[in-house]
Protein backbone atom coordinates (compact mmCIF):
# COMPACT_ATOMS: atom_id res chain seq x y z
CA UNK A 1 0.00 0.00 0.00
CA UNK A 2 0.94 3.51 -0.88
CA UNK A 3 -0.44 6.48 1.30
CA UNK A 4 -0.44 9.74 -0.43
CA UNK A 5 -1.43 13.28 1.22
CA UNK A 6 -1.62 16.20 -0.95
CA UNK A 7 -1.08 19.65 0.21
CA UNK A 8 -0.72 23.58 -0.87
CA UNK A 9 -4.08 23.68 -2.29
CA UNK A 10 -6.08 27.05 -2.05
CA UNK A 11 -7.86 30.36 -3.96
CA UNK A 12 -5.41 32.12 -5.97
CA UNK A 13 -6.12 34.83 -8.59
CA UNK A 14 -6.14 34.39 -12.41
CA UNK A 15 -2.50 34.52 -13.41
CA UNK A 16 -1.47 33.76 -9.69
CA UNK A 17 0.42 30.43 -8.61
CA UNK A 18 0.52 27.50 -6.60
CA UNK A 19 2.88 24.45 -5.77
CA UNK A 20 0.79 21.38 -4.61
CA UNK A 21 2.84 19.00 -2.86
CA UNK A 22 2.15 15.07 -2.35
CA UNK A 23 4.04 13.08 0.43
CA UNK A 24 4.02 9.40 0.14
CA UNK A 25 4.80 6.88 2.47
CA UNK A 26 4.53 3.24 2.84
CA UNK A 27 6.62 1.91 0.03
CA UNK A 28 9.73 2.94 -1.95
CA UNK A 29 8.90 6.10 -3.23
CA UNK A 30 11.72 6.06 -6.08
CA UNK A 31 10.35 3.09 -8.00
CA UNK A 32 6.43 5.17 -8.37
CA UNK A 33 5.48 7.11 -10.59
CA UNK A 34 4.20 9.64 -10.10
CA UNK A 35 0.89 11.55 -11.08
CA UNK A 36 -1.82 14.73 -10.58
CA UNK A 37 -5.39 14.67 -11.90
CA UNK A 38 -8.27 16.83 -11.03
CA UNK A 39 -11.68 17.33 -11.35
CA UNK A 40 -13.79 19.75 -11.68
CA UNK A 41 -17.40 20.52 -10.44
CA UNK A 42 -19.63 17.81 -12.94
CA UNK A 43 -16.95 16.64 -14.83
CA UNK A 44 -15.24 13.79 -14.80
CA UNK A 45 -11.86 13.28 -13.03
CA UNK A 46 -9.16 14.44 -15.85
CA UNK A 47 -4.90 13.92 -16.26
CA UNK A 48 -2.86 16.46 -15.64
CA UNK A 49 0.58 15.47 -15.63
CA UNK A 50 3.03 12.36 -14.54
CA UNK A 51 6.28 11.60 -14.07
CA UNK A 52 7.71 7.92 -14.53
CA UNK A 53 9.80 7.08 -11.74
CA UNK A 54 12.78 5.31 -13.78
CA UNK A 55 13.22 7.38 -16.72
CA UNK A 56 12.01 10.67 -15.09
CA UNK A 57 10.02 11.55 -18.19
CA UNK A 58 7.02 14.06 -17.68
CA UNK A 59 3.86 14.06 -19.48
CA UNK A 60 1.30 16.83 -19.35
CA UNK A 61 -2.25 17.35 -20.61
CA UNK A 62 -2.40 20.08 -23.35
CA UNK A 63 -4.30 22.24 -21.16
CA UNK A 64 -1.83 22.90 -18.73
CA UNK A 65 1.35 22.11 -20.97
CA UNK A 66 3.61 25.36 -20.72
CA UNK A 67 1.81 26.35 -17.48
CA UNK A 68 1.94 23.48 -14.98
CA UNK A 69 5.81 21.51 -14.01
CA UNK A 70 5.67 18.18 -12.02
CA UNK A 71 8.67 17.22 -10.25
CA UNK A 72 9.88 14.95 -7.48
CA UNK A 73 12.24 14.93 -4.70
CA UNK A 74 12.71 10.92 -3.61
CA UNK A 75 14.98 11.78 -0.27
CA UNK A 76 11.61 13.49 0.69
CA UNK A 77 9.15 10.99 -1.11
CA UNK A 78 7.22 14.02 -2.44
CA UNK A 79 5.72 15.49 -5.71
CA UNK A 80 5.14 18.55 -6.25
CA UNK A 81 2.84 20.62 -9.28
CA UNK A 82 4.19 23.90 -9.89
CA UNK A 83 1.20 25.67 -11.75
CA UNK A 84 1.77 29.29 -13.40
CA UNK A 85 -0.47 31.35 -15.11
CA UNK A 86 -3.87 29.98 -13.25
CA UNK A 87 -6.68 30.25 -15.10
CA UNK A 88 -10.47 30.12 -13.68
CA UNK A 89 -10.63 26.82 -15.80
CA UNK A 90 -8.16 25.25 -13.47
CA UNK A 91 -10.99 25.47 -10.89
CA UNK A 92 -11.33 22.08 -9.22
CA UNK A 93 -9.74 19.06 -7.22
CA UNK A 94 -6.62 17.82 -7.41
CA UNK A 95 -5.54 14.39 -6.80
CA UNK A 96 -2.67 12.52 -6.25
CA UNK A 97 -1.36 9.35 -8.57
CA UNK A 98 1.08 6.55 -7.56
CA UNK A 99 1.80 3.55 -9.95
CA UNK A 100 4.64 0.97 -10.10
CA UNK A 101 4.13 1.57 -14.16
CA UNK A 102 3.42 4.51 -16.34
CA UNK A 103 0.84 7.05 -15.39
CA UNK A 104 -0.62 8.41 -18.50
CA UNK A 105 -4.24 10.18 -19.98
CA UNK A 106 -5.25 6.55 -20.67
CA UNK A 107 -4.11 4.98 -17.65
CA UNK A 108 -4.88 6.17 -14.27
CA UNK A 109 -2.29 4.98 -11.41
CA UNK A 110 -3.25 2.39 -8.66
CA UNK A 111 -3.29 4.70 -5.60
CA UNK A 112 -4.73 7.80 -4.97
CA UNK A 113 -4.71 10.60 -2.43
CA UNK A 114 -7.42 12.57 -1.25
CA UNK A 115 -7.07 15.44 -3.36
CA UNK A 116 -6.93 18.96 -2.23
CA UNK A 117 -8.90 22.30 -3.30
CA UNK A 118 -8.07 25.02 -6.02
CA UNK A 119 -10.23 27.73 -6.98
CA UNK A 120 -8.90 30.20 -9.44
CA UNK A 121 -11.19 33.69 -9.17
CA UNK A 122 -11.43 35.47 -12.14
Known amino acids: QVQLVESGGGLVQAGGSLRLSCAAS????????MGWFRQAPGKEREFVAS????????LYSDSVKGRFTISRDNAKNTVYLQMNGLKPEDTAVYYC???????????????WGEGTQITVSS
Open 26 to 33: GRTFSVYS
Open 51 to 58: IHWNSGRT
Open 97 to 111: NADRGLIAAARAGEY
